[in-house]
Nanobody
């Protein structure tokens, strides 16, 4: 599967953005989808994940209650709605996909990656 992330930009603290991850291929609904982020000088970290059906979601503690992951299997697209953004949310955001999901929050647990989209939150 090939992934294309979009929707990043510059926003003031307290604002919102919605990221999209468009996937190619006919088996999108078989993949668990995840979002990760990487700030300058830091390791890539888990943000959120969603099961193939959309019925189960996972969040990092740092974004719980502010971010919402969702998916539309008919459109082969996953989303990350980000509200109440903080300057510490500034990072390049990546979407990722994996067929066999074991609950990993490590980047190593995902097989396919999009190119990343920059999110910058000003104070």
């Amino acid at each position: 599967v090939q992934l294309q992330a979009s929707g990043g930009g510059l926003v003031q603290a307290g604002g919102s953005l919605r990221l999209s991850c468009a996937a190619s291929g006919r088996t999108f609904s078989s993949y668990v989808m995840g979002w990760f982020r990487q700030a300058p000088g830091k390791e890539r970290e888990f943000v959120a994940a969603i099961s193939w059906s959309g019925s189960t979601t996972y969040y990092a503690d740092s974004v719980k209650g502010r971010f919402t992951i969702s998916r539309d299997n008919a459109k082969a697209t996953a989303y990350l709605q980000m509200n109440s953004l903080k300057p510490e949310d500034t990072a390049v955001y990546y979407c990722a996909a994996v067929l066999n999901f074991y609950g990993s929050r490590s980047p190593a647990g995902y097989d396919y990656w999009g190119q990343g989209t920059q999110v910058t939150v000003s104070s």
